[in-house]
Every structure is written in C-alpha cells, then in structure tokens.
C-alpha cells in the first residue's frame, strides 16, 4: 500500500499519546493498570448486535471451516423458524484470517426483538428488525459532543448523574483556564480568549483541524437531511443539548458550540498572521489519568498559527454561513466574514505547517500538504458565495480533475479534498453542467469502489486488507458518506445498502465480534481510551456514555497495552477493550461525527422524517434495599394504537448497580448499561396493556432509580 494516507493521520502515534497517557507519572501501565479484557468473540455468527432495518440489508458471516454451504434458520423470539436458507461459502477473508460464509436473510421483511440466527449449531445473539431500530443512536452519537463540551457545566437532567461534572477550563482553580491563554514561547506577546468548543479526543486539548472537519459532518448531517426533507429528526428540541426550544435546529446548536471556539482561534487584527488560525490549544505538559477536565492544573497553551488550520476555518465557517442563514442571519454573516479572512490570510501564508515534533501535552496534527484544504475550502465558499475568485480556486485545483481526491482509505483531517467534492456535487452552484456531471461521476465512482472491496471480503468492510490503521472506524463510516451521497445522487438502492452494512460491521458483523460502539450490541466497547471516562481506572467514575464510537482495529499496534496482548493479530482483529490502548481504543469528535452522520442517515424512515412518537411508559419501582443489594421490579405499558409483538427493554443504572437476577425476562447486563427480553408468554403487549418483570442486583452504597428507557429502541416515558 502507499503508506502516505495511514502515516499522515498515525503521526499522533507514540509521540503523542504514549508519554501521555501510559508514562505519565506512572498513572497508568500496563502492570498497574485493571485486567486488559480482549474482545472474545461468543459465538461463530456474527451479526449486527443491535439488529436490522426491515426494508435494509440482513447480512451475516459465519466463522467456519467448512468448505460446503451451510444451512440457516432465522427464529424468532419464541424459537420459531421464520426464514430460513443456504450460506454461501467465501473462503479465506485477509483482513480478518478466518474462513468465512455469508449468510443472508434480506428478503425477510418481519419485524420484531430477539431474532436469533442459528448455523450449524452456532447461534448469533439476539437482535432486532424494527423501523426505529437507529432512533437511539442516532441520538446519543450526537450527545457525545455535548459530553465532550469544554467551558460549560455539563447537566444531568441532559446526560443522567454519572455524567454531570463542573465546567473545565475557564479559569477556576485548579484550572489555569481557557479565557487567556497565552502562546507558546515565540508565538505571540498577547493572551487570546478560546474558551469552549470540545475536547478533541480521550485528552483535554482542542484542534482546529479536527474541530472543522466534525463541525462540517455535523453540519453536513443536517444540510443533506433537509435537501431530502428529512431534517425534522434533527430540529429544534430533537436533541439533548441545552439550547432545546430556541427555534434552531439541535444539531447546528451543537456545531455552533464549536463554530464559536474555532472563531475565536483566529488571530485578531493588527497581529502578525492575522486572519490565520491557531493551530491548537492544549497542556504545557502531558496529564495522567483519569482526569476531569476542571481538575486540570497544567497551564494551557496556543500553538502557532497553520495554513492547514486556517482552511479549516474558513471551510467550516463558509458551509456555516450557508446552512445557518435561515435561523440566525446575523451568525451566518459572522461566519462568512471569518471564512473570507481566514481564506485571504491563508493566501498569503500557503505553507505555515504544524511541526510533527509539537507534540508535547498535545498531538502534533501536523499536515505538509494543505492544497487538499486550499480545494475545500474553496468549493464552500464557492458554494456560498457563488464568487468567481473562489470559482477560479476550485477549478485551477489540482484536486478538482484528481483520481484520488476520494482516497482508498477514505478522507480525513489530514485528506479534505473529498469533502470539498461533496459539497460541489450536492449544493446547487454555478459549475458548467459537465463539470458538475464529472464531479458527481466522482463521488460515484468512490462509492463503487467502496462497494467492491464490500463484495470482496467476509465481512463487507470498506477499507483495503492493508487499511487498518489509527481510527479505521472513522474510515469505515467515512465511506458509508460517501456511499450514502452517491445514493442520494442516483437513486441506486446499492449504495444504500452498502451505508447501512458499515453499521453492521461497526455494530458487530467484524472479525471478533465486538461492537465498537459503547452501550450498543451484546458485546460493546466498555473501556474507550478517555481521562474522565475511566471506570477501569476508578469505579466511581463512569464508562463512555452509550454511543461512543472506538478507533478500532490498528495493526500498527501503536502502544504497549496492544503490543502486549495482540502479537501476531490479523489486522481486522487488532483491537482491544482496555483504557490503555490508545491506538485501538481512543475516542474522538472525527471519528464520532461520521457515526452520528450515518446514524442519522440509518434512522430514517423510508416514508417520513418525522421523529417517532413514545408509545411506551415504564414504571420502575425498588422494592427492597439492603447493605449490598436491591430488589425491583419494572412495568411496561404500551400506549400506542398497535401491539407490541417481542419487546427488549433497555436502560442505564446511574451509580454501578448491577443485576444478578431476574424474573418473567431474560436480562443481560453489559456496562452500565441493562437489556431485558420478553419471556415466551409476555412477548405480546396489546394496546393499553402491560408486562411486568423484576430484577435482583447489587449495589455499592447507593442505589438511584433509572430515569430512561427504550422499548424497542423508542424512548418512553
């Protein structure tokens, strides 16, 4: 493979985390850290834990050494045989070193909760068919900024008490704060106000360059939602973000959050570089964990100004001021002013680069090649604007007439041309009609390509064999993007399909049968790298919030936890579910964005975008409580028009409590997080009616009621 695309976005590498995360102050190694668990698989048919769209695909892969087409029995809740079929054998997969077969069971469009799909004496674990099956992801993947948010109280009435916490980095002790905060030695003589935006990743830092590209995915997310007219799941009180109820769609409130801190990065007039942005804020020093973000002690610092940063803002600022203007006329002027100097100021300065060796308290996000950046930011201003300076940007690009402006390892922060790509052949501007027809065969031909590594693999993934690297699942849904954005252009059934089995693989169709995203799937993600998501570190701290999304498999094995517990893995099974694995299992806002986009995009129904309504009420009542222990029980109501035919129950214990038993349900416990399944004879709750059940656990000290449920992945209330 050219090793350009993995070692542009790996330069983070040990350089950046390994002093941080493992060697500081002793904090964390790999002999005092808590046990390293290895995501095991559980059974030889994987599937996508959390379930199937019914009008989508319904893939499975099958770890066997058989050689001869299997049979395949789709049953439902109560063992009943619904669909059943032959596997199709593939062989040796590269990626993952298993011999695999396929088994698909698409053409049943049933719905209901715990399916289960046997195969030679193998079952999968249980999953749903439902309509609604993303409505909650596509919720809490959005959520995750909100918890990543610097310089605001975070509140548990929005994401429950074990993730509330005080305001960090604004200035009250210990923490120096981010209201002035000076350069770096050299950089400038004056302190600059950057309070807000979100932490970045597992670290308390904030970077330009990745703070655009997820402020326009976020972005992005909405604007192709409206062009569909399926934008309503993402307005105005849809989200959990605390400006609910101001007449702005959440999802841009969320954005502006960070749009603020990234124009407030921007060197002010009459300084040297002024227009150009910073490159990023972060520690002196490397902190240890865990670490909440207003117990940091460490002085902060603003990193030299960069071309690469500066069109980030601009790109970010100028989809802004276009997709804003409709709700808030004054902002969007706001923004296309940044846009314009950040743009005319990059012009002047075209090769200010990061250093790869800043990497210091903070990673070095360095990029030598910004042309990528120069074309995007172009086509948004373009977009925008419809000026023919930027006109003359975009079509004197190399990129614009490039074969490789979609990457086969998908785009990045460190490769954007493929997001200026997007924009020019989705938002309607002035291009000659075969210069537009060209830019959308582009984004086509990227989508197809996606789609034959798909066919080509076990496990449909679409990265290269050789793709594994740091953030392969941000890979992965990036180019479900793509794919989706191909089907809106040509209205190809194909390339909605090979969107929605990313999900699969990212949800638990992949080499070791692991979900990757926290608090979805039987087996997910538990222990994601982050300084006050640390429950591996200290029990009274919570797990990553549902919807967290993990970096994934790196065959680069890039930091000690890996090195020691994976020698030898196949690429597709380089990951591990431990705090220390920093090069697996990190989380991070690009990454998180594209998840969010495609959740978005899954949980649209094919008819309507209007959100679902709660057609469910749970009663949750403690019935006894002793030194270690509790007693409850649980009542379900259904108060839709229709029955519920299999239910799954799911919720959160706030304070670590956790079920040792239960009655009249099946219940599971992954995490903090607990899934109960109808028994044979309570499967069915016809309208107005109920099902109760009870649960025995134990507890540390305290035991809170759960404040939120999903039947069936609805909310109820």
């Known amino acids: 493979m050219s090793p350009a695309p993995s070692l542009r976005r790996a330069r983070r590498l040990a350089a950046t985390l390994l002093t941080g995360s493992l060697l500081v102050g002793g904090l964390l190694t790999t002999t005092n850290a808590a046990a390293v668990t290895s995501a095991a698989a559980t059974t030889a048919v994987r599937v996508n834990q959390v379930g199937y769209l019914p009008d989508g695909p319904k893939r499975a892969t099958v770890v066997t050494t058989s050689t001869q087409s299997l049979t395949w029995q789709l049953r439902n809740a109560s063992g009943t045989v619904v669909a059943s079929g032959s596997t199709v054998p593939r062989g040796a997969d590269a990626p993952s070193e ?105 670290d308390h ?37 605390p400006e609910r109820g101001n007449g702005m769609p959440d999802v841009l409130d969320e954005a502006r959050w960070e749009l603020d801190f990234l124009m407030r990065m921007q060197v002010p007039e009459g300084k040297p570089y002024a227009g150009m942005a910073f490159h990023k804020i972060h520690d002196a020093a490397w902190t240890g964990m865990p670490l909440r973000p207003d117990q940091d002690a460490q002085p902060r610092e603003l990193h030299r100004p960069s071309t690469a940063a500066t069109l980030n803002l601009a790109a970010a600022a100028a989809q802004c001021a276009r997709v804003f203007r409709p709700y808030d006329a004054a902002f969007a002027d706001r923004c296309l002013s940044a846009a314009r100097r950040a743009w005319t100021a990059a012009q002047a300065n075209p090769a200010l680069y990061a250093p790869a060796s800043d990497s210091t308290g903070g990673g070095a996000y360095d990029d030598t090649q910004v042309s990528d950046e120069f074309y995007w930011a172009a086509a948004e201003l373009y977009a925008t604007t419809g000026e023919s300076n930027y006109r003359d940007a975009v079509t004197g690009s190399t990129w614009h007439t490039s074969s490789t402006a979609f990457s086969a390892y998908g785009f990045g922060w460190a490769d954007t041309a493929a997001l200026g790509r997007l924009t020019l052949a989705t938002v309607p501007n002035g291009l000659p009609t075969a210069d537009r027809d060209r830019v959308r065969s582009s984004v086509t031909a990227a989508a197809d390509g996606y789609l034959s590594r798909m066919a080509a693999q076990g496990y449909a993934v679409p990265v290269p064999a050789d793709g594994y690297f740091w953030g392969s699942n941000g890979e992965v849904a990036g180019d479900a993007i793509v794919m989706a954005v191909a089907g809106e252009l040509t209205g190809d059934g194909r390339y909605r399909t090979g969107a929605l089995e990313t999900m699969d693989y990212l949800l638990g169709r992949n080499a070791i049968g692991q979900s990757y995203v926290s608090g979805y799937g039987e087996t997910s993600s538990q222990n994601q790298h982050h300084r006050f998501w640390a429950h591996q570190l200290d029990s009274s701290l919570p797990q990553p919030p549902a919807g967290s999304l993990a970096g994934g498999p790196n065959s680069g094995l890039q930091d000690p936890v890996a090195k020691e517990k994976l020698p ?81 129950l799911t919720w959160a214990y706030p304070a670590g409590q956790h079920v040792t038993s239960a009655w009249n349900a099946t219940v599971t416990q992954n995490g903090a997080t607990v899934i109960a399944r109808n028994a044979d004879w309570n499967r069915t709750i016809a309208p107005g009616a109920t099902a109760g059940f009870g649960v025995q656990g134990t507890h540390t000290g305290t035991n809170p009621a759960p404040t939120a449920f999903r039947l069936n992945g609805s909310a109820c209330t």
């Open 98 to 202: 298993q011999s695999v077969q396929v088994a698909d069971f698409s053409a049943y469009r049933g719905s209901g909760s715990g399916y289960v799909l046997a195969v030679d004496g193998s079952g999968s674990v249980p999953f749903d068919i439902s309509t609604n099956l993303y409505d909650g992801l596509r919720s809490d993947a959005m959520a995750f900024f909100y918890h990543q948010r610097s310089g605001t109280p975070i509140d548990a009435s929005l994401v429950g008490s074990d993730y509330a916490r005080p305001a960090g980095h604004l200035g009250v002790a210990p923490n120096k704060g981010d209201t002035s905060v000076p350069c770096q030695a050299t950089v400038c003589d004056y302190t600059q106000d950057v309070r807000g935006g979100w932490y970045d990743a597992g």
């Open 205 to 241: 830092g904030k970077y330009v360059v990745n703070g655009g590209i997820s402020t326009w995915l976020m972005v992005n997310s909405f604007e192709r939602a409206k062009r569909a007219g399926k934008d309503a799941a993402l307005g105005d009180s849809t989200l959990r973000v």
């Open 568 to 648: 030898g893995c196949a690429p597709a099974a380089c990951y591990v579910d431990d705090i220390g694995s920093y090069s697996t299992n990190e989380v991070a806002v690009n990454w998180n964005a594209p998840l969010a986009w495609l959740a978005a995009y899954a949980a649209e129904r094919t008819t309507t975008g209007e959100p679902p309504t709660g057609t469910c009420s749970v009663a949750y009542k403690t019935e006894n409580v002793w030194s270690t222990g509790f007693t409850a029980t649980l009542t379900v109501k259904n108060t839709g028009p229709t029955a519920v035919d299999g239910w799954q």
